[in-house]
């Protein structure tokens, strides 16, 4: 597989997003399932892996240190900080909030070190920005654990253009994460895809198929568990849901005629649209990622890209990526 740069980083093309297989998306996966999903990524040359305090919570950077622990050496792990958690709730009401002090930016990192079972974080990202703490003062804690030689590389997720500068003037920044797929196309209107490449920082898209809905798989809503995550996003409610399967059908109709699957064509435009983009789609079974990994040698010509943006407008998709109280907590 290609490789492409976020920062110091040197990562697989495509990374591999962990949350599902310990929270959000219904019934944990089987661990032994999820262990052999982990270790075919590597093999198949998947260098990235994502995760974060909060998947489990604490669950999911549990399985990556258990599985990735013999290959240490030939990943890159990435985790996250800064939301505040109460594991005693239900999984929709478990975050309570935005904590990105300094106290808690060094003790996450310290509590991740030991759950993950490694001496030193990639790529650690701040989960969400504290409208209470200033970006530099957060930034700030984050560079004295890089020079405590405790993470190597630093990352925001769903930050707005201004906190990126803010935040990358303080300590370079190597990744921003945000969701970013053919329906959600936030980034690019709201100035944050320009500025990760003005400013040379990779950009890191998670749900780069829809959550699921670009893989043509997914159908009907009854196919979800009650306490799946989507249940609660407006684009999933049953009035918007199926409108936007109409969306979907000309996905997989032009994915019929250049012969892949509709996955592999949502992921290969993604991946054409710069080479500082690395999407990090998540699988909890082997055949989704095979799938998914092979997307990455797909070449779409400019016309190819260019047809398949302009057949999935984000304009034509009913309803929002988040609920309000998610959606305030983004681009801040």
Known sequence: MKHRQLGILDVSALGLGCMGMSHAYGPSSDETAAIDTLHRAVDLGITL???????GPYRNEILLGKALKPVRDKVVIATK???RIDPAKPSAEMITGTDSRPENVRAVA????KRLGI?????????????????????????????????KALGLSEAGSETIRKAHAVHPIAAMQSEYSLWTRDVEENGVLETCRTLGI??????????GVLTGALKKLDGLAD???R?????????????????????????????VAPAQLALAWVLAQGDFIVPIPGASKVPHLEQNAAAAAIVLTPEEAARLGDLLSPVKVAGGRYPQRMASMANR
């Open 227 to 229: 306490d799946d995550f």
């Open 231 to 259: 249940r609660s996003l407006p684009r999933f409610a049953a009035e918007n849901f199926d409108a936007n399967l109409a969306l979907v059908a000309l996905l997989e109709e032009m994915a019929a005629e250049k012969g």
């Open 119 to 151: 001496e030193v974080i990639d790529l650690y990202y701040q989960h969400r920005v504290d409208p209470d703490v200033p970006i530099e003062e957060t930034v700030g804690a984050m560079a004295e654990l890089v020079r405590a030689g405790k993470v």
């Open 202 to 211: 990779g950009f890191v898209p998670f749900s780069p198929l829809g959550r």
């Open 110 to 113: 310290e509590a991740s070190l």
């Open 81 to 83: 900080f800064g939301f």
């Open 49 to 55: 892996f994502d995760t974060a305090e909060v998947y």
